[in-house]
């Protein structure tokens, strides 16, 4: 009795052992035929100086050869290859991949990983998703399923399959890692390395290396759930932190990168931030679910609504807005054209917007300054740990600024309440508790006045400065 109650529980696990690898062997024969290689050629130009006579060679010799033979200076041919991973989703050859991992692609081959190889064609790309679709010439070709990423729980079985390091191993045929969703809805931000930022974010744990970019995420049904699209790193190999676009992403816009139409995005119009406990607490909110409204672009749909600066957003078409996050996607995968409902808080009283969805505008990126600016201006106020300065054109063009009317931080103190609430050199005021500030005389009026906590207005957003 004794050795039965011992190998019962060991010979259940390791049935369940047997039945998980299982699982994963039919993973691997229903979805790796689908993944395939991608090597995309960009040729680059570079001029170079022709009729050299080496170390010792004349410049004006050589300027004689080049007006006498004629031309100008040589061009050289560099060919830069970029390799990375994609997978079949329809039996007619439709590939989805990312779309870093084709950019300005000047040649596109597509190697299966039953060694064949296809010449690719890009039907359509959305820099902003970071998605794309090629097209191959084949018919009866193995299709991934696409799966559900909605209801995805952290803790589930994540699959990455892709093609990393194919080229060193001389092999077309895919590589499975296998790991948990170890997190969900994270965001990533620019980086020199990477110049998009992500959000709404599968992790994995997942081993993800150079050259799965593009390779499919999958459960353990074999439906593909996400893209693989990046990986944390300091070294430039995988660390066990992995990322993958969810594949609802990727079906939204699906159709449109098939027919190779632009894809679109709504748009507001409104600089936005979450509500802190600060927040909440100035604006009397029950919680620290919404966003403030930081400002409003002229003649944008959030203009034409009557959206106000101050405004806190806590839901779209009755849904909760939990935080930015939320109101951005909402807002980019709405209508063109579309009218929704905002529920607001505006001067502690409910009220609703109606907005008219717009499309939004080329993306911009805004540079914004971190560092102390320096040597202060001719001008300038203590208040509260913060050195203020008059907004000169000078400091307009040293920052990259666009405002024309506020006074800049020039310097924070430590420890101090500006410090606490965030405030940083070079973010611009243009509004203290509801009043504008349009230049340093303005802001002494104003902070003069100011006898407990002040809700302060600047370029990235709304702080709660406390009293000292």
Do not use: C
């Amino acid at each position: 009795m004794a050795l039965a109650l011992v190998s019962a529980p060991v010979a259940i696990a390791g049935e369940r052992a047997a039945t998980l690898e299982q699982e994963f062997i039919r993973v691997a024969e229903r979805v790796g035929p689908a993944v395939v290689s991608i090597s995309a050629e960009h040729t680059e130009h570079v001029g170079v100086r022709g009729y050299s006579f080496g170390a010792y060679g004349d410049e004006d010799f050589d300027q004689f050869f080049r007006e006498f033979f004629g031309g100008g200076p040589l061009q050289q041919e560099f060919k830069r290859v970029g390799l990375g991973s994609g997978v079949i989703i329809n039996p007619d050859g439709y590939i989805l991949t990312n779309a870093h991992v084709i950019a300005e692609a000047d040649r596109i081959t597509v190697t299966l990983p039953d060694g064949r190889e296809f010449i690719g064609a890009i039907k359509g790309i959305d820099q902003r998703s970071d998605l794309a679709v090629i097209k191959i010439d084949g018919s009866d070709l193995p299709a991934a399923p696409l799966g559900d990423s909605s209801d995805l729980k952290v803790g589930q079985w994540s699959i990455a399959i892709g093609n990393p390091f194919g080229f060193a191993v001389h092999s077309p045929e895919p590589t499975m890692t296998v790991g948990i969703i170890s997190a969900l809805r994270r965001s990533l931000p620019a980086t020199n390395r990477r110049d998009r930022y992500y959000q709404d974010l599968i992790q994995t744990d997942a081993s993800i290396n150079p050259g799965n970019s593009g390779g499919p995420l999958v459960n353990v049904h074999g439906e593909v759930i996400g893209i693989n699209v990046a990986i944390f790193t300091t070294s430039g190999g995988s660390q066990g932190i992995g990322f993958a676009i969810p594949i609802n992403a990727a079906k939204r816009v699906l159709d449109d990168l098939i027919a190779g139409r632009q894809v679109l995005y709504g748009w507001l119009g409104v600089q936005i931030q979450d509500v802190n406990e600060s927040l909440a607490s100035y604006f009397r909110l029950p919680d620290q679910h919404g966003v403030v409204v930081v400002s409003i672009v002229g003649n944008s749909p959030a203009d034409h609504s009557g959206l106000r600066p101050g405004d806190v957003v806590r839901s779209f078409n009755g849904e909760p807005v939990k935080d930015a996050r939320t109101l951005v996607q909402k807002v980019s995968y709405a209508g063109i054209g579309e009218s929704v409902t905002l529920g607001i808080v505006r001067e502690q009283r409910t009220a609703e917007v109606t907005v008219e969805i717009g499309r939004r505008p080329g993306e911009e990126e805004t540079a914004v300054a971190t560092s102390q600016v320096g040597a202060p201006a001719a001008t300038t106020v203590e208040w509260r740990g913060a050195t203020i300065g008059e907004l000169t054109d000078e400091l307009r063009r040293r920052l990259g600024l666009q405002s024309t009317s506020g006074v800049v931080v020039l310097n924070i103190k430590a420890g101090s309440a500006a410090d606490v609430a965030g405030l940083s050199a070079g973010d611009v005021i243009d509004e203290m508790n509801r009043r504008p500030v349009e230049n340093l005389a303005a802001f002494n009026s104003v902070a003069h006045q100011v006898r407990n906590d002040a809700l302060v207005r600047t370029d990235r957003g709304f702080a709660i400065v406390k009293e000292p």
